[in-house]
Each structure stands twice: as structure tokens, then as C-alpha cells.
């Protein structure tokens, strides 16, 4: 695995064209991140829509220390175009059920268009959940340095997800 740009990802998901690369014009990286649940998609489409309530990833770091729910908010997964999420992402797309779009509201700093695809596939073991990223303008040092931020905190978003969808 190519760590820290792939993890958790096969060869054909990470070769899958996704509404992500569209939105990012000169692309100077691309990573992936995937994980396994054994919830069946419905559910963990349901779960990805959590996103729109809290980060799922490191409370302390990503939610001003307030937990992330463990239970589904009703409503969360009612996902609209141009609704703001993660603190500093809005939804570009999505496809209920399929996959969920969002780009980075602001386009300054050493990052400008960054923009990340979730999906939702089966898999029989239940589902699979793929994240894949892209963004532009990250040198070499600044982005191996974000790729590996980006691998600690999806990693735990992913399997918490998954985690919690079967529940």
C-alpha cells in the first residue's frame, strides 16, 4: 500500500473516476481511503450522513472536544447542495444512497480547490465505504505532510462510521 496517499483502498477503487476529480482543475494530489463494514448500504449511507451533525473522526481536534453521536440524528441524511459540513467544507453533490460530494468553501492558503468524494458500494461482507480526495497546489513537503494528517484523521472517521453502521 502506498501509505500515507492510499489506505484501506483496492487497485479498481483507487482507479475509480469520482465527482471529486472534476472539481479540482490542475490536481497535484489524489489520495484514498477506504474501509468495511458490515452494515448494508442503506445503513451506512445513512451513517456518512452523520457528517452533516459532527466529524466522526478526533472530538478533540475536529469537534472542539464535544462527542460525535452515536446515534443517528434524524434528518442528517436529508443532504442538500451548498449545505455546510465539516466546519469548512459545503456539499458540491450527491447521489443519496451513492455517494456524497464536498469541496473546501475557501480556496486560500497553501491548499486552494481541495474536494472529497465518499461513497457507499456493496461489498459481501456488507459495504465499503471509499473516500477519495483530491486537491491542488500542495507542494511536496506540504503535501506528504497533509497526506498523513489527512490518513490519521479519515482513518478513524471511516472505521467509526462503519463501526457505528453495524451496530
Known sequence: MDLPEHWGTTP???????????????????????????ADPATLWRWLGQLTVAPYSYDLVDNLGRRSPRTLTPGADDLQVGQ???MIFVIDSFVAGEHLTIRRRSTRGPVGEFAVTYAVHPDPAGSRLTATVVLDRAGAVVGKALAWGDLVMMRRQLTLLCALAAR
Open 84 to 86: 455546510r459540513l465539516l
Open 12 to 38: 479498481d477503487e483507487r482507479a475509480r473516476r469520482t465527482p471529486a476529480d472534476d472539481l479540482v482543475a490542475a490536481p497535484s494530489a489524489r489520495w484514498t481511503r477506504g474501509a468495511t463494514s458490515t
